[in-house]
C-alpha cells in the first residue's frame, strides 16, 4: 500500500505511518519503479486494525484468539514470517544446512548449538535396554507398539526412574531433554549402540544398509522441532506452566501430537499414497476424492500460514530426489504434486514430505509419526524451558453458555 493507502486504512494522518514504520510497527520497502516512494505491507496494516477491532471488542478477541488468532505467548525459538521459517533468527535452510540434530536442539535450548557436545555426550542412565526389555511383555491385541505409543509408556517410567525429575532449572532440563531424545530414539529404533547420534540410531534401526539415510532422518527431525504455538506445543506450554517435570510436558505434547489434525495427519497423507498406489492413477483418484465430496480431497497440501508454500517440505522432498531419484515413491509423490499444482494450485506441506520420506524407506506403520514426535520434542522441551522461567500459569477463563443458575 502507499502511504496514503495506509493513512486511510487505519484513518490517521501520513505523518503516523512514518512514526509506526520507526517503531517496527509497519514494514516498508522501496517501490519497484525505482522511485522514492515506498510501499508499507498490507499484512501489518491488517494486524494494526485487528488489534484496534479488538480493543473495542474484546470478546471477539476472546472468540478469536485461539483459533489461528493473535499470538498469546512470547516465544523466542521460532518465527513465521513472510513465507519464511527461522529457529532463533536462523533461516531454517541454514539450521539444515549447517548444523546435526544435536546442535538444532542446543540451539533451541540455549540459544547456542556449540552446546551439543556437552549435552548429547552425557550417558543414558537408566539403559535404554531396561525400557525396551519392558516393552517386550506389552501385549496388544490387534497391533504391534507404534514407536510414539512406546514412548508414552516408558516416559513415566523414566520420570520414577529420575531423581531429578522436577528439577526445573534451565540447565538441568537442557540435559534432561538430551537424554530423553536418545532414549526415546532407541526405544523407537530398537536395539543399537546408544552412543550414536540420533539420526545414526534411527538409520542402524531402520535402514541399517542405508548410510545416506542418516542426513534424511537428521533433516527430518530438524523440520519438524518447533514450529511456533502449534497445538501440541501451546499443549507441552500449558502442562510446564502447573509445574510438572519435562517427562509429563513430552508425555502431554505426545497426546496432542496423535491428533488427527495434527501429527496423526500425517497418517492421511500415508493413506491417501496408498489409495493412489501408482502414478497413472493421480488424477483420477484425486478427481474421485473431490466428488465424493471429501473433507480433505487432497490430504497434504496447502498450509494456512504458508499460501506460497509451506518452506519445510521442498527442503526434504528436494533432498530425497536428489539421493533417491529412481525411487517409485518418489516419482509417485512427484506425479501428485505436479497434478495437484495443475488442478487446484496448492503446494505440499511437511506432513507430505514425511509421508514420501516413510514410503520410500518402507518404513512400518507409525514410525513416520515417530520421527515428526522425535524432532518435537526437541520443541516441546524449549517451550517448556521458557515456561518454567516465566513461572506464570497459563489459565484462560470460560464464557459460560450452560443453563442460568436457579435463582428461587
Known amino acids: 500500500m502507499t502511504a496514503k493507502e495506509a493513512a486511510e486504512a487505519l484513518d490517521v494522518s501520513v505523518n503516523t505511518i512514518y512514526a509506526y514504520v520507526s517503531r517496527g510497527l509497519i514494514r516498508s520497502e522501496s517501490s519497484a519503479d525505482g522511485k522514492r516512494k515506498r510501499r508499507y505491507l498490507r499484512e501489518d496494516i491488517d494486524k494494526l486494525l485487528a488489534r484496534r477491532q479488538a480493543r473495542s471488542n474484546p470478546d471477539q478477541l476472546t472468540q478469536d484468539a485461539l483459533h489461528w488468532g493473535a499470538p498469546v505467548l512470547e516465544s523466542a525459538i521460532t ?6 521459517m527461522y529457529y532463533r533468527g536462523l533461516p531454517i535452510e541454514h539450521v539444515v544446512e549447517t548444523l546435526t540434530v544435536e546442535e538444532c536442539a542446543a540451539l533451541i535450548w540455549t540459544g547456542d548449538s556449540a552446546h551439543a557436545e556437552m549435552l548429547f ?3 543414558l542412565d537408566p539403559p535404554a535396554q531396561k525400557y525396551e526389555t519392558m516393552l517386550l511383555h506389552v501385549e496388544v491385541d490387534g497391533a504391534d507398539l507404534a514407536p510414539i505409543q512406546a514412548f508414552q509408556i516408558v516416559l513415566p517410567i523414566a520420570m520414577a526412574d529420575d531423581l531429578t525429575a522436577y528439577d526445573t532449572r534451565p540447565d538441568v532440563v537442557a ?3 538430551a537424554r530423553v531424545l536418545r532414549l526415546m530414539a532407541s526405544v523407537a529404533a530398537g536395539d543399537v549402540d546408544r552412543q550414536l ?20 532422518f537428521n533433516t527430518a527431525m530438524i523440520l519438524c522441532a518447533d514450529h511456533e504455538l502449534n497445538v501440541s506445543s501451546f499443549t507441552a506450554r500449558v502442562v510446564a506452566s502447573a509445574g510438572a517435570t519435562p517427562y509429563a510436558v513430552i508425555n502431554g505434547g505426545l497426546s496432542a501430537l496423535q491428533g488427527a489434525k ?13 489409495e493412489i498406489g501408482t502414478s497413472d492413477r493421480v488424477r483420477n483418484v484425486i478427481s474421485s476424492r473431490m466428488r465424493r ?26 533432498m530425497l530426489m536428489e539421493h533417491y531419484p529412481d525411487s517409485p515413491s518418489i516419482a509417485l509423490s512427484r506425479t501428485v504434486i505436479d497434478t495437484v499444482q495443475e488442478m487446484l494450485g496448492d503446494y505440499p506441506t511437511i506432513d507430505f514430505a514425511l509421508a514420501t520420506l516413510g514410503r520410500t524407506y518402507e518404513l512400518q506403520a507409525g514410525c513416520t509419526l515417530g520421527i515428526f514426535a522425535l524432532g518435537r520434542m526437541i520443541g516441546w522441551i524449549g517451550h517448556a524451558i521458557e515456561q518454567y522461567n516465566d513461572g506464570q500459569l497459563i489459565r484462560p477463563r470460560a464464557r459460560y453458555t ?7
Do not use: C
Open 79 to 84: 518465527l513465521i514470517d513472510s513465507g519464511r
Open 121 to 123: 555426550e552425557q550417558v
Open 175 to 177: 540435559s534432561k531433554g
Open 197 to 216: 547420534s540420533l539420526a545414526e540410531i534411527l538409520q542402524r534401526g531402520w535402514q541399517p544398509d542405508d548410510e545416506q539415510s542418516i542426513k534424511l
Open 262 to 274: 495434527h501429527g496423526g495427519y500425517t497418517e492421511s497423507v500415508e493413506a491417501f499414497l496408498d
Open 293 to 318: 465430496g471429501e473433507t480433505t480431497p487432497v490430504p497434504g497440501f496447502g498450509h494456512p500460514l504458508y499460501p506460497d508454500g509451506d518452506p519445510r517440505a521442498p527442503i526434504l522432498l528436494n
Open 402 to 408: 450452560g443453563n442460568p443458575p436457579d435463582m428461587t
